[in-house]
Every structure is written in C-alpha cells, then in structure tokens.
C-alpha cells in the first residue's frame, strides 16, 4: 500500500460520489479540507471548532491492518477490531458521554427501585431496522430485546459468546443458559417466550418498556445493559437467515440501527461510513457526511497521508516523533499532541499448551511456563521502556501498565480508583517517569537461576524458545517485536529465553491461537462494564465463559479436560486458588468496598504468582484535526469509536490546545 494509491482512492470517492454496497446513499462530494456548517444534511449542526478552524464535513482516518473486523453480527463478537465498526451501525440501550456516564440510546431514560435489583429501561418509539441500502425493514420494539437476550444465553445459537454479563447479573440467565446446554441441537427451536416462561429475568410490559430482575442488588447495571450481550436482534431476519446464517451474516445481510452505514467495503483496504437516513438520533446529534478508515500496514505511510491531508488524524512512531522534536523549526514541532490512555488494559498472556508447527505438544515451553520463578523473571525483570517508546517516544513508562484491570472502570467509596488499592497491595511505587514501578528492587538474578535449577530438574533445556506471532507484511509490528526481543535479551539474557518471532498471514485466531502455536500474545481487555469482574472472570478456571483462560492460555480447557501433568500441578493450584478468590469477591453484593478490596487482593494473587503479564497502555502522540475530549471516553462498552458530536477543525490543533482541554477535562472530571 503506497500514498498514490489513497489518494487516487480518496479521489475516486470524492468525485463518483459512488455508494459501493450502500447504493442509494451518495453523500455530498468534497475533500478533507471541505467544511460545512453541519456534519450531515438536515441534521444536527456540528460543534463548532474551539481553535476557529471550520468543521470538517468528511473525516478520513485510519486503523491498523492487524485490526480488521472478522464478523459482522455484534451479538457474536467479543473483539475490539469488530465492535470499533460495529458501533456506528448498530445501537443498544445506552451509549456514553465524553466523561464516560452513561448516557441515552434507544434507551431514552431508566430506573431502578431501591436497592439496585431491578431495572426499568423505556425505550424510543422511533427506531428501526434497515438494510445495508437504507431501506427501513422493520421497526424495534422491546421485542427485539428480548430476541437478543434469548439468542445470547443460548449456547447453541450464540456458542457462549457474551454471555458472562447475563448469566452474572441476571435472574435465571444462568439457569436457562445450562438448560439450553442441556438441550443440544433441540435448543435451536427455543424463542424468546420460552426464555420467558423459564423464568429469566426481564420482562416487558408493554413495546417499549423493559424491565431487568437481578440476581442481586446491582448498582452499575446500567453499564451492563449497555453492553453488546443486551443489543436488540430481529426476530424476521433470524427466521429469514436461520441460525447460522445470522449468526455469521455478511454485511449485506445484516440489518442495521446506528448512526452510519457502510458505504464501501474493502477487507483489508478501505471501509467508508455514511449517515443512516433512518437514525433516531439525526436531530439531536451530529455526524460526518462520509468517514473513510483506511487501513495501514506502516504508520510511516500513514504519517505521509497526513501530510497530503489524506488523513485527518495519525499517531505517530518513535521515528517520526525523533524527526519533529528534534527540529525546533518543524511544521509540525507545535502540533503534537498527547492523546488520552485508550480504554484497553494490554497483557502478554501466557499459554500453558503450546503445540509445535507438528501438532505435538512444546513441552520445554510447557514446562517452563508452569514454573512460577520463570513466568516472574519476565513480569518482574523485563524492562520494556524501549518496547513503550515505540508507543510514546516523548513520555514512555505513561504507557507501562502494572495492573490486569484498566484504570478508571470504577472507584470505591472514598473515590479512590481501584487499581490503586491493586498498588497498594503490590508495594508499587507510582509513577516516576524514569524507571518502571514493577522492575524497581527486583532480584532477577537470584530469581532466574532459582528457575533455571528448577526447570532443570525436570529436563526443559535452555534457552527456552518463546514464541511471539505478528502480521506478515506489517512493518510496525515487525519493528517493534525487534525491539521487544531486544528487551528479553537485554533484561533476561539469550542463555536463558529467547524471543522468536513467528508471522501470520490473515488472521491470528485462526493461524495462531486455535493452532496453540504461541507461546505469550499481546492483546488488549476493555471493560464491558464498570466492575472488576468483568476482567478478572475471564482468568478463572470452570467457566467456559472466561475468554482467556479458555481460548488464549487454556489453562481453563487443560482443567476441564482433566489432563493436567505432574509439573503443571503448582500453576493449576495457583489458578484454583485465584479462582476461589475471584467467586467469593463476586459474592460480594451488598458493600460495594468490600467487594472491591477483595477484587483487589484477588488482582494482586495473580500479580504475585505471575498468572499473566500486563503489557502496555495505549498513550500516543498524534497528530489532529479533532478534538479527542470530544468523543466518547467510557472505559467500558463499544462506544468509544462512535463517529458523533465530534468536534473537528481545518486547522489541526496544537499541543498548546490540547494540553488545555487535558487540563479542562481533568478538572471536570475532578468535579
């Protein structure tokens, strides 16, 4: 992919006016540089730019390649690349507000009796389906909720997919999900009605309320029930697909309810969002004409888009952030701004099956993971400053993250974060902007030779050969996994593990995870809701719910299979452990403290046993013509990278301006 390529592409889309699969949705032309008064015809007008620059009308920006979405149907996804499409064209109950507050959707107001356990939500009378040409193809009742429900606790319809949500917090949803387990094949016949008179609990009165019964008191629900586990389906178009054919429907199949459509779709490449005629919302808030997301195997070709305002946005590398500071006269030296931490808490997680390219098992890998001094030598002796700079040259360690949990899901009630009572169990310092909290004091020396004998002794041979995957092509990632196996040779030392690199073509599920061929995995959690256990339950062992256990590590599916080894005994009873610890945290429904100390002690078990590895926050540098405080910031849910009320300009904004809405922010936020 080269830049005459975009622009030749830009240009193709400006001038044909053309709509790809959306057909009848030709937006207005223009460029990059073309402003308007409102982001959309005979819509909301958009917020005016606080540097004095014009809005922009069309938005054009980009996304790595290694985060193309893979499904289509919001119900069956839990990843981030899916939902950061799937948010504009479709709407649950809720969404949020630029402070992270949940804020109305279909949803247009909600209550709850006195202790939290039961929840009214009633809903707009002027939402509905179309298709991916914008024809309306039915209208959303609380009906439609209760189809979605009904399909995601069912195992046989939804496989288990975001069904921790429901089955933790929901009357009966438990029950009913391991009756339709229970039921196998016959579960596909189950409709909402027998959901109903199963007992589950949410109702609705009338077609355009919804009431949810919680198992217990449940003060956050209302950031559960915005979560993609309680999103409306339709019943007509999963009896016209079938089963199957909904579950895995295409984008010309699926039906939509969001804000945007996708005008063109080129996997990989391109995607193109225009408005949908028939949003609800078009009055009351402001979009864009077109947004065009071009995908990028090399920032550096997205820094050179930028340039020729083929872009409106780009975060930049290491190298090109050197290139401006280091030139006082640059073009750019005042434009850099510090974006905010995005919502993903990242972490290296371990796998504990690890199969070679032949399908048996990496036992030497195997081994040495089981071995608590070994998994600690890398959580507590790497030190991956340079691996954070490839992420943010200018403040590096703002991007090391020492805690499973993101910052900022939920607070006690002193106001505290969460994560800091995780701190404060740790012992870790806080932040000093020169040396990583977790590294500080350790005794890697003693600890790796303490491995070394163990390992030893049970025949694993050194080095060990830790096996990390990345995209074939991609160049950014290819540079940064040099830099990360420099980390491991210069913190561990090539005696000991060595970091090779192993490439996938397409998809790393598919290549990669299902295939068990890594040995660590980088990915990213965001909080689905606002409680701990929404990132701790996915470590726990006896859930097939819990996403990294059973389908990253599968340390989960070991257990359940009963085929656990002699020298795995220690890493399994340590999970037990945690998991005890977890349950009874979660058990915890009535002193929202308690439950948070013992989320908190729980964290720091698996911290100290090194049962995963935080990795790295997301905290770049970038340059924009958007004002970042102006988009969704919720550390939970899918709507982050919802294309609304944006406040964009013509003149991109400067470190100056951004380091006062940082301020702003922070002070209402304060507030």
């Known amino acids: 992919m080269n830049a005459n390529f975009e622009i030749s592409r830009r240009s193709f889309l400006k001038g044909a006016g053309a709509v790809g699969a959306a057909g009848l949705l030709a937006a207005c032309g223009g460029s990059s540089s073309s402003t308007g008064s409102t982001a959309t015809s005979g819509a909301a007008s958009a917020p005016a730019a606080s540097n004095g620059g014009a809005p922009l009308s069309e938005y054009y920006t980009w996304e790595s390649n290694v985060r193309e979405l893979e499904e289509w149907n919001v119900l069956h996804s839990q990843d981030a690349s899916d939902f950061n499409v799937l948010t504009n064209l479709v709407d649950g109950l809720l969404s949020s507000d630029p402070y992270g507050k949940p804020v109305a959707a279909i949803a247009e107001s909600w209550e709850h009796n006195e202790d939290a356990s039961v929840w009214t939500f009633h809903l707009r009378d002027d939402v509905d389906w179309c298709d991916v040409n914008g024809n309306v193809t039915g209208h959303i009742t609380s009906k439609d909720f209760l ?59 009338d077609d355009y309320t919804l009431v949810f019964t919680c198992k217990n008191p449940c003060p956050y629900f209302d950031t559960v029930a915005g979560y993609v586990s309680f999103y409306p389906a339709s019943e007509d178009l999963i009896n016209q697909l079938g089963i199957d054919g909904f579950r895995y429907a295409t984008q010309l199949e699926m039906w939509y309810c969001g804000p945007y459509l996708i005008e063109e779709y080129v996997n990989r490449n391109t995607k193109s969002f225009i408005p949908n005629p028939t949003w609800y919302g078009a009055d009351d808030h402001s979009r864009f004409e077109r947004v065009v997301v071009t995908m990028l195997t090399d920032q550096v070709v997205g820094y050179q888009l930028y340039q020729n305002r083929e872009l409106d946005e780009i975060d930049l590398t290491e190298s090109t952030i050197t ?87 939920c607070y006690n009630t002193s106001g505290k974060d969460y994560t800091e009572l995780v701190r404060e169990r740790m012992g870790y310092g806080q932040y000093d902007g020169e040396t990583m909290v977790r590294t500080r004091g350790a005794d890697i020396a003693a600890l790796k030779q303490q491995a070394m004998d163990e390992l030893s002794a049970i025949g694993v041979t050194f080095p060990v050969h830790c096996y990390y995957p990345i995209l074939s092509g991609n160049t950014t990632q290819q540079d940064s996994a040099v830099v990360l196996r420099q980390c491991f040779t210069d913190s561990l030392g090539d005696d000991f593990i060595v970091l090779d690199v192993v490439e996938y073509v397409s ?56 085929s656990t080894s002699d020298w795995q005994s220690d890493v399994v009873a340590k999970f037990e452990e945690f998991t005890t610890m977890v349950n009874d945290a979660s058990a915890i429904v009535d002193d929202i403290d308690a439950r948070y100390d013992a989320f908190a002690d729980a964290e720091a078990y698996m911290l100290q046993h090194a049962l995963t590895m935080p990795a790295v926050y997301e905290v770049s540098w970038c340059l924009t013509h958007a004002n970042e405080y102006s988009k969704i910031n919720a550390m939970y849910g899918i709507f982050n990278y919802k294309y609304v009320d944006w406040e964009t300009s013509e003149e991109a904004y400067t470190t100056e301006q951004y380091e006062e809405f940082a301020a702003a922010f922070n002070a209402a936020m304060q507030a």
């Open 147 to 205: 189809v979605g429900c009904e399909w995601v606790i069912n195992q046989y319809k939804n496989e288990a997919f975001n069904t921790s949500m429901p089955l933790q917090n929901v009357l009966n949803a438990e029950e009913y999900y391991n009756h339709t387990v229970e039921l196998g094949d016959a579960a596909a016949d189950l409709t909402y009605q027998d959901m109903l008179d199963f007992g589950v609990g949410i109702e609705a009165p």
């Open 507 to 562: 998809s790393i599920t598919q290549e990669i995870i299902n295939a068990h061929k890594h040995s660590i995995v980088q990915n990213g959690w965001g909080a689905d809701f606002g409680d701990p256990i929404n990132f701790l339950g996915q470590e726990i062992l006896h859930d097939d719910n819990a996403y990294y256990a059973m389908n990253y590590g599968f340390i989960g599916k070991i257990v359940k299979e009963g």
């Open 323 to 409: 290139t401006i500071t280091n030139d006082p006269n640059h073009e750019y030296a005042d434009q850099l701004c510090e974006k905010r931490p995005k919502k993903y808490s990242y972490q290296f997680h371990f796998n504990f099956e690890r199969f070679n390219d032949d399908g048996t098992p990496d036992d030497n890998w195997n081994k040495a993971v089981a071995n608590e001094a070994f998994r600690r030598c890398m959580l507590e002796g790497l030190d991956l400053t340079t691996y954070y700079a490839r992420t943010n040259a200018i403040n590096p360690l703002k991007c090391e993250n020492d805690f499973y949990t993101m910052q900022g899901v």
